[in-house]
């Protein structure tokens, strides 16, 4: 849960998957009669955020966790997705899956370019098993997957969206020479667009001074851009919130032009622990106020900001969605196979 995040001792090493050993892979060519465009999508997602659990995946494309460990487990089959599960010392973690070259092939193939310009290295894919950082990249899809799951509706019924939702790999390729952000996202509500930057804190050896030096980046990338565009920083506890707007507050102020760079944060502590908590909640705080009531629903964030950029185009101009190398949207999956033919 949201409310809850892990910590990365739980899930650090990986568990040996004893299950007998698949098939051979199915060629490219066969797959063809096989893959739906969710699984398509899939393979997609996978590409873009580099690891997905099972309850992740069911929740942004199938029916139930049970129906999408069942299809997953079938497209592992097929030799387009990677599995491990990681050791944790109380319960069990949910199977992870990735990308395999199998399904990089496919990718390839679609965007009509060779599986090395698609930048996919099966190694590196399989990396993230064995990496420190796992746990946080899996918060951050946590983070998003909620906010996608359980997206408020208005006063005329319509659902929020998550328009779009870019990892820190792409991040980095667009914006690393000046700023590194965890995540970049497009929400709508209502008449409300807001993009932002997330910042996504496990609270575990980052010190709040090195997370407040981060602010420096943004600044210069507003600079540079033109483009203001707010910064939301996610931590586990009220108590690890309030050390961190301390060390933000001070490196805030000494920015040349503090307005350039909105900054509002958010403690999962302050979610009720139950499976339908968002990040869209009460619970966001700007950082110009240290005042609770002032807490605001992450739509509401928009009007405290007058001169953040306003996103008046398409977030998908330049190229159709969905796009390997160019904007990724977070288009919904497609709609359902029939069950009697693809589960």
């Given at each position: 849960m949201i409310s809850?995040?892990?910590?990365?001792?739980d899930t650090r090493r990986p568990r040996p998957d004893v299950r007998p050993a698949r098939a051979r892979p199915l060629d490219i060519t066969a797959l063809v009669a096989r893959l739906t465009e969710r699984d398509r999508w899939v393979l997609r997602m996978l590409h873009e955020h580099r690891v997905l659990t099972t309850n992740q995946l069911a929740a942004l494309?199938?029916?139930t966790p049970a129906i999408a460990l069942r299809r997953l487990t079938l497209l592992?089959?097929?030799?387009?997705?990677?599995?491990?599960?990681?050791?944790r010392t109380r319960g069990s973690a949910p199977v992870h899956w990735v990308l395999a070259p199998g399904g990089a092939a496919v990718l390839a193939a679609e965007a009509g370019i060779s599986v090395r310009e698609l930048g996919y290295n099966h190694a590196r894919a399989l990396a993230i098993a064995h990496s420190l950082h796992l746990t946080h990249t899996l918060g951050v899809a946590e983070w998003f997957t909620t906010l996608i799951a359980h997206a408020p509706r208005d006063q005329r019924g319509n659902q929020a969206q998550v328009q779009a939702w870019w990892s820190q790999t792409r991040c980095q390729r667009l914006w690393g020479d000046l700023a590194r952000p965890d995540a970049f996202g497009r929400y709508t509500y209502a008449e409300t667009t807001l993009d932002f930057f997330l910042e996504y804190d496990l609270a575990t050896t980052t010190a709040p001074a090195r997370v407040a030096a981060k602010l420096h980046g943004f600044a210069e990338l507003a600079r540079a851009t033109g483009v203001i565009t707010p910064v939301l920083l996610w931590v586990p506890t009220t108590v690890r919130e309030a050390n961190t707007r301390a060390a933000l507050r001070r490196t805030w102020e000494r920015l040349p032009d503090p307005d350039a760079v909105p900054v509002a944060t958010a403690a999962a502590e302050l979610l009720a622990p139950r499976p339908e908590a968002s990040p869209a909640e009460h619970v966001w705080l700007p950082l110009d106020t240290d005042t609770n009531t002032n807490r605001k629903r992450l739509h509401e964030l928009p009007s405290l900001w007058p001169r953040r950029t306003s996103p008046t185009t398409s977030i998908d101009s330049e190229e159709p969605a969905p796009s390997l190398n160019g904007l990724v949207v977070l288009a919904p999956p497609p709609p359902q196979p029939p069950a009697s033919e693809h589960w």
């Open positions: 809850r995040p892990d910590q990365q001792a494309a199938f029916p592992h089959r097929y030799g387009v997705l990677e599995r491990f599960r990681p050791l």
